[in-house]
């Protein structure tokens, strides 16, 4: 009786080895007897426990009939059936679009990207030679059916294409280190970009996905399930590639993903608020900053009127402190075209801009206080009298130390700020305020400056107030003039003070 029970139970042995034959021989149950038939033949016991412990579970991947884990390629072991070419079983390419009825199309797109899912080392150019063609050209095909009309993206398609995608560009950067390095902005702006080896891959997958992405083909809901705030995350951490042509894509395609996304935007904006912290008080080192600032120039020129407050304190906390870092060089122009937009679209923001300036404003780096003075012209341009006002006493105390600058690239830039009729004009209507301020150091350099284009346009900046308020100018000269002989009699106090205390100081010695 007993026998007759256990008999009827299910043999959980067989069936659970069953399984594991299923799993590890591919789509078909035919294919995969005979492929393990093979594998027996050419492999040593070691190297076959290895194949069946890393191979990929069926149905996930057309990558795993083919002998590859998703992202990579599998160890050979010691295998010496592989042709010498560091690939477990055949990478073979598969039919191309234009041969199989439309009806196949959606399944043979779907056994494409399983296939471009396998990662090629490109360190050694002389390994996978035919494999990297195939993945290449397979790429190719790819881009073209993505941007030909084929009707909606199944969700299964969208799936896989993220998974390729994802398989292909998500990777550890193994950034160059530059703690030994000056950070100089001209020696970084000179230094040889890091190519990535891999970028003829690289290059199409990102192809691949603007144009997905991009595609009317591509249904949002359905997209957004897998093109997640998790994988947006991993895109951002990408921007601090080495290789400006990956960048550049990357750009491209995550401005794309605002645009069409919206459910991102917030976070996308947050993310990179983020990214721009660590940058300006923590690390200092970022390769993607002036790629991010371009993404935000379009989406700041976007916003709508009035601004929101938190538009404003992304304003005041995170791009005014990104005038702090040495490297700004790298990214000023971009930052630069920023601050401008906020400026235009409110022009009450011109007070708070300027003064976040001079908050930051270089002490010791003049090259970056150039650049300072081209930002601040800009922004005065969109100054409104009203905000002008509010600034200008502490604007002209700096304007007046560049003025004096020895650097006369620092002198001229400043002098250079009254060939904008703008900014005259304001300079103007407030001069009984300005003139004062600037007089010291306009007279000092007209008196002894030594560069000589320095000393013209400070002689013709003289001329511009004395023709317009002679005497202002009058009142200027004679201040200067009294608090020039003050000083030389103080210094005069204290040279005689120093020369009595050597004299004392002698007399004891002696």
Known sequence: MWKQILSKLPNKKSSKHEHRGREHGGHSSSSSHTSGASTSKSTDNGAAKSHAKNASPAGKSAASDSGFKDGNLKSSGNNNNNNNNGVFTPYEALPSFKDVPNTEKQNLFIK????????????DPTKNIK????????????VDYVNSPNGKFS??????????????IFRTLNPQPRENKVIDALDLEEEEPSMDLAWPHLQLVYELFLRFVASPETDTKLAKRYIDQSFVLRLLDLFDSEDPRERDCLKTILHRIYGKFMVHRPFIRKSINNIFYRFVFETEKHNGIAEFLEILGSIINGFALPLKDEHKVFLVRVLIPLHKPKCLQMYHQQLSYCITQFVEKDCKLADTVIRGLLKYWPVTNSSKEVMFLNELEEVLEATQPPEFQRCMVPLFRQIARCLNSLHFQVAERALFLWNNNHIE??????RKVILPIIFPALERNAQKHWNQAVHSLTLNVRKI?????????KECLAKFKEDESKAAETEAKREATWKRLEELGVRKAS
């Open 425 to 430: 004009n304001l300079i103007m209507q407030n």
């Open 112 to 123: 494409k990207l399983n296939l471009c899912r396998v990662v090629f080392d490109f360190t």
């Open 131 to 142: 494999e990297k063609d195939i993945k290449r050209q397979t790429l190719l095909e790819l």
């Open 155 to 168: 969700e299964v398609g969208i799936q896989e294409v993220v998974r390729m995608v994802s398989a292909n």
């Open 465 to 473: 107030f004395h023709d317009l308020d002679p005497e202002l100018f």
